[in-house]
């Protein structure tokens, strides 16, 4: 009980980065080296080469003075041999010969490649300096202006009810009330204080923190859970300088990436022809 309510009370705002590990189709390109470089080990008929272990850093974000560490380094390896030795057990079953296999792998190559063109797009078209001060002069709550609001939350598993838990605390005035709700009500729960860093709130949101009463009780989803949280006060934190520059430009090119797949959707749909019932289906 305790570990669980650990695990709740860490999380308010979560933003996970999902990646795609992507093996190849039968025996014989699963016997060559995925890229060159120096053989570190081998697994049957498997090998692994720091050309992977150097992906594995960049897919970890690893900081380069960090690649060097004995203990990153044992952990990155230890993870590659295993991958390798799942990956021979694997094709000696012949899973990778099964239709729903091969289709998952299909589908893990398509995103792969997708991600990789939308990335290659938005990077083409990188903000010059002078689009960036615009930028920064343009959004003040996320520098010039940005606040940092300190807060009184209470996290609990959003499960299938979630929304009758939601109804039950619309007239909650303090995290108290909230907390012997959920009490009464069995749901594990935990409590902690925290920060919201302004410049990451969408608009709307941010709007209705700055308006807020005293007394009011917010609600949000925060990855599986579901948080009550109170403001309990505010500062001023603005981001300027290289920091500002940094930071705008990680947003635009996020910018970028949704606007260049909005873009792809839209071709996709008018170049694609459907057929039979798809046809009525997708004009709707």
């Given amino acids: 009980m305790r570990i669980v309510v650990n695990r709740i009370c860490r999380a308010l705002a979560v933003l996970t980065c999902c990646g795609v590990v992507l093996t190849g189709c039968g025996k014989e390109a699963a016997k060559a080296p995925a890229g060159s470089g120096q053989i570190i080990a081998h697994v049957g008929d498997q090998v692994v080469t720091t050309s992977e272990l150097e992906n594995e850093f960049r897919r970890a974000n690893i900081p380069g003075d960090k690649q060097k560490d004995p203990a990153i380094i044992k952990a990155a390896v230890s993870e590659l041999v295993t991958r390798k030795y799942l990956l ?19 589908r893990a190559r398509e995103q792969v490649l997708e991600s990789a063109y939308l990335q290659r797009q938005a990077t083409a078209k990188a903000p010059s300096n002078s689009d960036v001060e615009k930028y920064i002069s343009s959004s003040p709550a996320k520098f010039a202006e940005r606040k940092l609001f300190a807060v009184d939350q209470i996290a609990f598993p959003a499960s299938a009810n979630v929304q009758s838990i939601i109804t039950a605390n619309k007239d909650a005035k303090t995290l108290e009330e ?27 949101f941010y709007k209705s923190l700055e308006a807020r009463t005293s007394d009011q009780v917010f609600f949000v989803r925060s990855g599986p859970n579901g948080v009550f949280f109170k403001v309990t006060g505010e500062q001023a934190s603005p981001l300027k300088g290289e920091a500002a520059a940094n930071v705008a430009r990680q947003l635009m090119r996020a910018e970028a990436l949704k606007a260049e797949a909005s873009l792809a959707s839209y071709s996709a749909n008018a170049e694609a022809k459907y057929e039979g019932e798809y046809a009525d289906l997708m004009k709707k």
């Fill in 178 to 204: 909230v907390d012997q709700q959920l009490t009464s009500a069995g749901i594990v729960h935990g409590r902690q204080s925290g920060v919201l860093n302004g410049a990451e709130l969408q608009p709307d």
């Fill in 88 to 106: 021979q057990q694997a094709l000696a079953a012949k899973l990778d010969q099964e239709p729903s296999v091969l289709l998952d792998l299909i």
